[in-house]
């Protein structure tokens, strides 16, 4: 039998909190499932630094992956026989659900920033590279890698199969507000996820949701919407993330001014030379960074031992809202004061700015261009569903965006100058009350 065909003689599944069980039989899912590059995703967290504010968020890439495989696979099995789906791009969409994150690193979000890199073409050199998991898919069929990369960039000839992925209803969506909502112990997040795939149908470039599913889906956006600006947005995830950022900046400032580190920073030498080195963002997980973080604590350099200890006992900064382009006197002000007080404002005095656009009908040309959801009207036709629905409607389109300012309260009230120090909490507080990271 040809290796895309062949089926384990007995089925495998994985016990799976949100999904119940992960159910595997193709050769070629388990298979990649056990390669190095699919189990380094058990060593990166699904949700960064959340869990120093839901200590539940544990979970791992590893876990979301197997999930939002889960689901495509149960999505392909209802539209077996439905005209429009294509039986044969059944192995295409498994294999692209199962590696659409394989490209992320430890913390992605702050170190991709700062070295300057993107998961998302990490993701493509892995399934492209010399890898285990290219060998698996070109075993398939030569080129099949090439399709499954495709896919996964949105670039693919079948829409239909991308939008199982990303779109503004996919499987990764589904997956992520559920898991992250049962690990983070939150109430938002849930919805109907069972009745929606019933309702999903098949179109030419797109799966579409028979109108009578409306409610289930309204319930999915507004929990996305909450998700956002309780989870994922949450103040003092920010916080940690911030310092995050900073250790990473401060390491390759150290690193380009001639620092010596009392070890070597190995691991993380091409990311500092910003040089684009799959071996080496293979070998890169979070408990590679977190030991570096030990050893940095030890460090001579006090900015890079600080910020260290800092993100390893949860020492947060503390923050307020701030928006700098509105008050550009008060940052001006702070920026100085905080140079007199011999406190370096490019690693103690950071805004960060969030925003989300909770659904969107259709902005041609704009980032994160994603297709709208389409109802299925019972005649046939199709209707966007921010027509149909006032709940929807009312939120989309809308991007919001929350700005704060965090800075360390702690090492203000250290500081000798009291006068000083007097000037620069009154200029906080005017902005708005201090509130603390815990
Ligand atoms: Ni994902």
Redesign the pocket.
């Known amino acids: 039998m040809a290796y895309k065909d062949e089926q384990l003689s007995e089925e495998k599944v994985f016990k799976d909190p949100v999904h119940r069980y992960v159910h595997v039989r193709d050769r070629v899912i388990w298979d990649l499932i056990a390669t190095p590059e699919f189990q380094r995703l058990r060593r990166i967290k699904q949700l960064g630094t959340t869990n120093l504010t839901f200590h539940g968020a544990e979970h791992s890439r590893f876990n979301?992956s197997l999930g939002?495989y889960e689901i495509v696979r149960r999505i392909i099995y209802n539209f077996h026989d439905r005209p429009n789906w294509d039986p044969d791009k059944r192995l295409l969409g498994l294999c692209a659900a199962l590696l659409?994150?394989l490209g992320h690193g430890p913390f992605s979000h702050s170190f991709e920033k700062v070295f300057k890199l993107d998961h998302e073409q990490f993701t493509q050199d892995i399934i492209l590279g010399d890898t285990y998991v290219n060998a698996i898919l070109e075993r398939v069929q030569p080129g099949f890698s090439q399709d499954v990369a495709d896919v996964i960039a949105k670039t693919y000839s079948d829409q239909l199969v991308v939008s199982l992925i990303s779109s503004q209803i996919d499987a990764?969506r589904m997956d992520?507000l559920q898991r992250d909502a049962y690990f983070t112990g939150v109430s938002y997040g849930h919805f109907d996820m069972e009745r929606i795939l019933r309702v999903m149908r098949p179109m030419e470039d797109q799966v579409v949701i028979k109108a009578t599913g409306m409610h289930a889906v309204e319930d999915y956006i507004m929990s996305r919407y909450q998700m956002y600006w309780q989870v994922y947005f949450h103040p003092v995830t920010r916080s940690a993330e911030v310092i995050l950022s900073k250790i990473f900046k401060r390491a390759k400032h150290l690193y380009e001014s001639g620092y010596t580190f009392k070890l070597e920073p190995t691991h993380f030498i091409s990311f500092l030379e910003e040089r684009h080195d799959l071996e080496a963002y293979l070998k890169l997980d979070e408990a590679v960074v977190h030991y570096y973080f030990q050893l940095w604590q030890e460090e001579t350099d006090p900015i890079l031992s600080d910020l260290c200890e800092r993100f390893m006992n949860r020492r947060l900064f503390k923050y307020i809202e701030f928006n700098p382009n509105k008050q550009l006197d008060a940052w001006m002000e702070l920026h100085a004061l905080f140079r007199e007080a011999g406190i370096d404002p490019e690693y103690y005095l950071v805004v960060d700015s969030s925003s989300d656009l909770p659904y969107d009908f259709y902005r041609p040309g704009e980032e994160e261009e994603r297709l709208p959801i389409h109802l299925l009207m019972p005649n046939g036709d199709l209707r966007e569903l921010s027509r149909q629905s006032d709940i929807v409607e009312s939120i989309s389109g809308k991007k919001r965006t929350d700005h704060k300012l965090y800075f360390p309260m702690d090492m203000l009230e250290k500081a000798d100058d009291a006068a000083l120090v007097a000037r620069i909490k009154n200029i906080l507080n005017i902005q708005g009350a201090v509130v603390d990271a815990e």
């Open positions: 979301h939002v659409h994150d990764d992520y």
